[in-house]
């Protein structure tokens, strides 16, 4: 007795000490550890950290102008109403390194342009003149033009600050871009943001938006998914009671112990475990339940854990081969799938002597050789590969309202950068980064990167020394100028030594821990062509995830074709008859087919997750293979297998069909597209198995 | 009762000093002016930094809008507010020029309420502004909203000027006093 409470105790605090451990986000899982460090890397630097708000009009932008200069904690900046406030920082660490970025001045040179600075500062008036004034005593040789110059170029496309908000000429429409100190992950400081703006019509897109939107609908779409999966299991469970064997509802005991023992040593073992993995378990309930299920309905135990084994062991074949993935998520889904359908099958196979289920079962499907014809699915399937178009962009992965959409076009449209190309180097290799910038400049391809802004370090070197000498001439400088340009005076004073290892404020932004970025954006494609012939490396985000989704479709590939060697060498050792092993693998072929060809008439997308869930179906449907497969072999010796078995695949089915059913209805692309090939896969795999495997073993007796 | 009398001598007094009409009887001659032009002597105190910016110029308006503000002294400067448009000229070269839509009302805000006071606008003040006599023609002028640039403004009446001298105090404590002179004033036909 003690045990058990224990034992129970350990199920509940597994079970809560996981809702902690449960992640939402792509970030470690999605990619290969080089892509997730570029992405890392890309992240780390603060360009990240900019998402953009959309307003309808001008009057609701005002009002969430100043409710985000009002969240101080996490706006660092958002260019509505832009005070000089905002970029005196930036400005300040600019005007503190002018010694390194310009020729000094002759005196003469100097003392004219700072009596032109004296008398425009007479006109400096109100809070933001006082900011800029003190920012002017900084600057004699007004510098500070230079880099307003610099740091507008190009940034807004079409988009003009009218009245200090960011519009484009003939719209209603207001564009606020925003700095945020936080990441992406932290989302709910980003549902903040989001319920300030959303009461005001905005609507926000980037990096963070993404992140939180794509949360939101998982959790949406799991609701969804676990009111219907209730509703089916209720239904079950009704219709087990009316034919009287509701104790055949013991087997489920095994599959959600199994789940939960799973997700624990997943834990254990990967520290986090992803919310797209525990969605693997119901689908894991599904397989588990399909051993108990037939077991309890067969009368020989004996040959049913036979056959419960080999389906088990073809089903493990696909997961350990997919778990050599070099994808994080498939890896932690394959783990805990395959301790989950291990455990399963062990605790099943323990209880299953304690429960017996008398069940004369009236469910019979006759083999015919009418249904034989239906194989030219298998064929019509196949062809309908080559003239499917496959969505394995990423962008199915990110979930996105039609309002998003519709702002996040006109955004993208209005700034007019059609890619955005990124290198990132050692910070020690200035020389690299200084060539890449000097090939583009004269092609007047945006561009931000640290050249931008610098010299060379002996143009750097020279300025320092040119400055350091202008200071023997000081005494030429009048007292007024002097003493207004004092902080200026200061600086010179300073300067002693050279030094260009620290980095300056305002290019701070290109560099982090070690790394410097530098940043292309075409406006054509002859300026694309430009920049890939030109730069070395130069890649796109979009690029990188082509380069990933071609590559995991090649893994996928080669590891499906291992995973079939493997299956069919386990399934040959077995029956040593090679109709046998077709007739296995006949579900799994029949349900690809049928997706095929359904996707071909119905032209619905088939993407990432599409090709996984056929991996799914894979395991699945080799199971219910070897099950009537044998089911039909063994069926004159003993005990006559035949129609008890088939009572428990049906029922098996119906499970597996209640946990995959809900998730065609979900709005999220990543689920639903697993919804769409697990609900086709499994109603190819109820027709073949109990249709046209049959007959296909009707007719090689026969012959 | 003889408490009471000087009271209320005291109070009318007090009263008849506060609701001095002076500046407007003597605003009302400029009423049909067309445009103004006049030399400035300007002092910028900013006492928080120990700073004072001495400059002299001219002050140039033509109603409905155009404000040319021109700093002689030094290297001259001209600052331009053409309706919709702002320019900055260093000697004779154009050194920059952009909407006033795209300055942000924050950085031209100031200069745009002085525009009221340049120009005479008596509606403008008296909407804006309380009035108070502080001395012979000296009248301070307190913003009706506290929110504005200006803690207080002080004008003193010229005889041959219609401002003599004008001390703007900033909320942040800095003070812009212009002394004016020669002014010339074409009126409408």
Redesign the interface.
Known sequence: MKDRKLLIALFFILLFSSCNKIESSPKGYFFPSKIEKTISELESFNIGSWNYLVFPDVDSALKACSKLKALKDLVVSAVCLPKIQEYSGKVESWLKSQFYLFQAPSISELINQSEYELNKMSYLMGSEGRELFKLSRLDPVDSKSRYWKLVRSNQFGNFELQEGLLRVMGSEKVLIPIELSFTGSEMEKTSILVKTINPLGGVMIGAHQSHLENKSQIQLDLKTVTLMTIALVILLILMLIKLGIAKALIVFIPALISCLISAGITIIVFGKIHALTLAFGVGIIGLGVDYGLHAFFSPSKKQVWRTNFYGLITTLAVFLVLLTSSIPLIRQMMFYSSIGILLSFLITKFIQNKVEINYLSKLSFKGSKLHLLSLIVILAGFVSIFLTNFELGMYRFDFIKKETEAARSWVYTNLGKKKFFFKIYDAKDKLSIQNDYLVLKKAEVNHDGIYKYLPSREDQLRNFNSWKSLREDLSKIPKQSLKVFAPFFKELSLLDSFDEKVTPKFISHLEHEGKIISMWFSANPEQEKLILSSILNARTVHEIMKDFTSMIMDELLILGLIAFVFIFFILFYRYRNIYHVISCVLPFFFSMGLFFLLQFIFHFEVSFMSIVGLFLIYGLSVDYGIFTTDSFIYKNDEADLGEGINTGLVLSWFSSLIGFLPLIFCDHNILKDLGIVITIGLAGVFYCSFFIVPSFMKWREDA | MKWILFLSIILFSSAARSQDNTWLTHWDKYSKMKSIRAKFK?E?F?PS?D?T?S?KGTLYFNKPDLLE?T?T?????K?TIDKDKVT?F?GKTKK?EMSL??V????V???LH?RGWIKMDVDFVQKNYDVKNIGKRLFRFTPKDENT?FKKIEIKLGLSDPISKLI?F???G?R?SFEFEESKITYER
């Open positions: 300007q910028k900013l930094m700073l910016l400059s503000w700093v002294s030094g290297k001259p400067i600052f900055l260093e920059s839509s795209k942000g009302k924050a950085m805000g100031p200069i002085l640039f703007l900033e909320t942040s800095d812009l």
